[in-house]
């Protein structure tokens, strides 16, 4: 994987998770970090959905540095709405598998074919960036793709994004499926993956293997349904294990996902991959006492906290081992002799047996029930 462009769409498909409605000081908060993170693209809406979208759209355009994208239906007045709102990239896109032709659209592959282009031509006539997308390109009928893919190239488009808008796809899949688009344009593509299957992330990493330049993510994976790759699985993905350089600062990606989480009110769960509370936490006494001697031992290793902004936990609780135990407890400031130790850490394991959390002041009052000295002043903490 020579490189890999990050797409964000936080802010449109992100926000048309159920239950979700940015603010438009949300809107701008999210784009600023985006924006400063170096995130190529930020999609900040739909610009034809309300005045206080247009204006959020149009305000992000024209604060950001980076290319910044409106959506926009095979419409003549989205496609207006999206231009005056003055983003440097318009995504068009209309629905090219049967089932929704028929039962969404109810219109004929003929139309569709003849609005597409209209639309490309339209915003291409402009000079803005145009992207295309066929809508639900997984579940189309292949030869039909092609033929749209082949009357969008030659209409002018800049991208062509492929939408597994359903989330049917699997890697092996949406890897042959983007080769094949590839041999048929000249247009650079982008990929829009579902997760729901969970397989999202793994699709779109797929999809940029077979050829694809760019990929549509949004943060902590928020979204339609089950969500869309996320933009932090996706990017520690490409910098980690293909080792290839996306330019984002990646130490800031904990901080995003945080402000995502708190304006989206989508809690992110303990075990998310890479920004969850647990991504970087050890309770049981092998991998802690693993961790504590080397990092690697229980960890990624191409991954570490520091890289995405987070911090290495040792947790208490009924799999901890005396190995944690002695650390914490020198980190507060105890003295323990070996049996302290092991008598702290039968209390930290039957409590936390009960499904109870162990925190810092248990801890605290286990070591003084055990009667563990306090190291002296000025004594140096053993870490």
């Not at 990624?300 to 906290?305: D, F, I, K, S, Y």
């Not at 936390?352 to 000295?373: I, N, P, Q, W, Y």
């Amino acid at each position: 994987m020579e490189s890999a462009r990050v797409f964000d769409t936080t802010l449109r498909d992100g926000e048309q998770s159920p239950g979700t409605s940015f603010s438009y000081d949300d809107k701008r908060q999210i784009a600023a970090i985006l924006d400063e993170m170096g995130t190529h693209v930020i999609e900040a809406g739909f610009p034809v959905n309300s005045d206080a979208e247009f204006e959020a759209v149009r305000d992000i355009a024209s604060s950001t540095q980076t290319t910044t994208c409106g959506l926009a239906r095979v419409v003549d007045k989205d496609i207006d709405a999206a231009l005056d709102s003055g983003v440097e990239m318009v995504h068009t896109f209309v629905s090219t598998s049967d089932v929704q032709i028929e039962d969404s659209m109810h219109a004929t592959r003929e139309e569709v074919v003849q609005r597409a282009v209209e639309s490309v031509e339209r915003i291409t006539e402009t000079g803005t960036t145009c992207m295309f997308s066929p809508m639900d390109a997984t579940r189309t009928d292949e030869q039909f793709l092609i033929d749209v893919i082949e009357a969008v190239t030659e209409a002018g488009v800049d991208w062509i994004n492929i939408p597994d808008t359903c989330g049917v796809a699997t890697p092996t899949r949406f890897r042959a499926m983007i080769e094949k688009v590839c041999a048929h344009t000249d247009a650079r593509i982008d990929v829009h993956t579902h997760d729901d299957f969970g397989l999202a992330t793994a699709n779109a990493l797929a999809g940029i293997e077979a050829g694809a330049d760019q990929a549509q993510v949004s943060v902590n994976s928020i979204g339609e349904r089950a969500g869309n790759a996320a933009y932090e699985e996706f990017v520690m993905a490409v910098e980690s294990l293909y080792q290839t350089d996306t330019g984002i600062d990646t130490t800031r990606i904990t901080e995003l996902s945080e402000i995502v989480e708190e304006k989206s009110t989508i809690e992110t769960p303990g075990n998310k991959p890479v920004v969850g509370d647990n991504a970087f936490s050890h309770e049981s006494g092998i991998h802690a006492a693993g961790v504590i001697e080397n990092s690697d031992t229980f960890e990624p290793g191409v991954m570490t906290p520091e890289m995405v902004g987070a911090e290495r936990k040792l947790v208490m609780g009924k799999h901890t081992g005396t190995h944690s135990v002695r650390e914490r407890l020198h980190e507060r400031g105890f003295d323990p002799t070996e049996d302290q130790v092991r008598a702290v850490t039968r209390r930290v394991k039957d409590y936390g047996a009960e499904k109870r959390r162990v925190t810092v002041s248990d801890l605290e009052r286990f070591a003084e029930e055990a009667d563990v000295d306090r190291q002296q002043e000025g004594e140096e903490v053993r870490a």
